[in-house]
């Protein structure tokens, strides 16, 4: 067994809860640190492969997460001029009975929160990281935007996003490359009619428009049930698509998909869209020293695959299991980097390739995509090589979180 350690979680994301749960029930000291005067969630909906599922069941809150969620089984998309369908993937082909969760992110923080609060794990609040100072023996302290100093603690682990500004201390400005495209987002109540609720539907126009639905169950208990809508937008032109109100917007949003019109009646502000820039990077090593990197810190990309909080709950259970594993923390951490390394790096590689078929101003790649697509759903074993795609499952044999976690984690006694 790895001896006690003091660790420090930066970031209260799925990826830091998710962390903190795992490392306090081995035992160890943990403390989570975050801007905010209290953690929350930011952003709409997202989907949540079996990968991550599955990491939530380990922590126990399989059932919690589940009860707020809602299933979806089928992701479908159609070009709009064409009316040809482009996107057919149907969780069935993995042949588990396993499917996608629409959660919204307030109920996967609030599923993830209350367990952290249940084990009172500390947090200390209202801490903008700003870097580390690794002058102490190697024993890292953490150093807030006022100059204020914690630690020093055996381990960092940053977890504090996509701009992690100790990533940024490290490596620079410029480890994190913003994408021309992002795009709009609104959590609007489930429409009584037009849309599957089990179904992730999106609509094309080439690939310089894109829009999409998905159900992503309730906030909280006792709430309605809700949709995400998003409509792809390049960050260049928000200030544009702002000045010009969202009436026009709302008119050409219906005439490529009539059946949203009662989920566009309840936008009449265009505040209610928020406006998600994207941007990608992946690190060549996830550990440095003392620190370690999970989630969006570690790897951010394009939402398009809908793989960061499942790889963010993946890399959680990595860490703890390669901390679990062996006694020395340098041998630790290079093992967490291993079980960890080819299926970031495959699904990072993936979400750069892809993502420009269904964001970008090219004729030829949503072309080349249509096709593509026919002739992979009609290959033999195209539906599971899809399905498992889809599923985050292409190389996660290399990703044994999922395997080596045979028992579920208990809370311990505090
Ligand atoms: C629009 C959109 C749609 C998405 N859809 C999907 C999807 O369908 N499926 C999917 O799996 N993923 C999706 N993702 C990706 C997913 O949201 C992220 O991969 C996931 O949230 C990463 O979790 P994290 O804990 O690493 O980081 P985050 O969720 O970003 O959490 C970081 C935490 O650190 C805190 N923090 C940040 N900076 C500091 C600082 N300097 N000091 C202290 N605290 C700080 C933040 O307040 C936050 O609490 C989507 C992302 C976006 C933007």
């Not at 809150?61 to 064409?82: C, N």
Request: net charge positive; aromatic share 8%; with cysteine.
């Amino acid at each position: 067994m790895m001896q006690r350690l003091n660790i420090a979680i930066c970031g209260c994301g799925p990826a830091g809860l998710a962390a903190a749960l795992f490392l306090r029930r081995s035992n160890h000291r943990v403390v989570l640190i975050e801007r905010f005067a209290e953690p929350k969630p930011i952003g709409s909906g997202l989907l949540l492969q079996p990968g991550g599922q599955h990491v939530l069941e380990h922590l126990g809150l399989g059932q919690d997460i589940a009860a707020l969620g809602q299933p979806v089984t089928r992701l479908f998309g159609k070009e709009t001029v064409s009316n040809r369908a482009v996107l057919d993937v149907q969780y069935a082909a993995l042949g588990d009975g396993r499917h996608g969760l629409g959660v919204h992110r307030a109920a996967l923080f609030g599923v993830l929160y209350a367990a952290v609060m249940a084990e009172r794990i500390p947090i200390e609040t209202n801490y903008p990281v700003a870097a580390l100072d690794r002058a102490a023996g190697g024993r890292p302290l953490i150093i807030s935007r006022t100059g204020r100093h914690l630690g020093p603690f055996d381990l960092v682990i940053d977890a504090l996003g996509s701009r992690s500004t100790i990533a940024e201390s490290l490596y620079g400005p410029k480890l994190h490359h913003p994408l021309a495209w992002g795009a709009l987002w609104a959590s609007l109540p489930w429409p009584a009619s037009g849309f599957d609720p089990h179904t992730l539907e999106q609509r094309y126009t080439r690939a310089n428009r894109m829009i999409g639905v998905f159900p992503t169950g309730q906030r909280s208990a006792g709430c309605g049930k809700q949709a995400a809508l998003f409509w792809s937008l390049k960050a260049q032109d928000y200030t544009t698509w702002q000045a010009a109100g969202i009436v026009a917007w709302k008119a050409e949003v219906q005439s490529l998909w009539p059946e949203t019109a009662p989920l566009l009646q309840g936008i009449t502000d265009p505040d209610q869209l928020v406006f998600a820039s994207y941007g990608h990077h992946t690190l060549a090593l996830p550990v440095a020293g003392r620190l370690a990197f999970i989630g969006d810190a570690a790897h951010s990309t394009s939402p398009q695959l809908g793989q960061g909080a499942n790889m963010a709950l993946l890399d959680a259970a990595a860490l703890a299991t390669a901390l679990a594993s062996v006694t020395d923390l340098d041998q630790a951490l290079a093992a967490y980097a291993r079980l960890r390394r080819w299926h970031v790096r495959l699904y990072q590689a993936l979400g750069a390739v892809l993502t420009p078929f269904y964001q970008s101003d090219s004729a030829v790649l949503p072309w080349t995509r249509d096709r593509m697509f026919a002739i992979l759903s009609a290959m033999p074993g195209g539906g599971p090589l899809l399905a498992s795609l889809v599923a985050g499952r292409w190389l996660a044999g290399a990703a044994p979180a999922i395997r080596t976690l045979t028992a579920p984690v208990q809370p311990v006694q505090s």
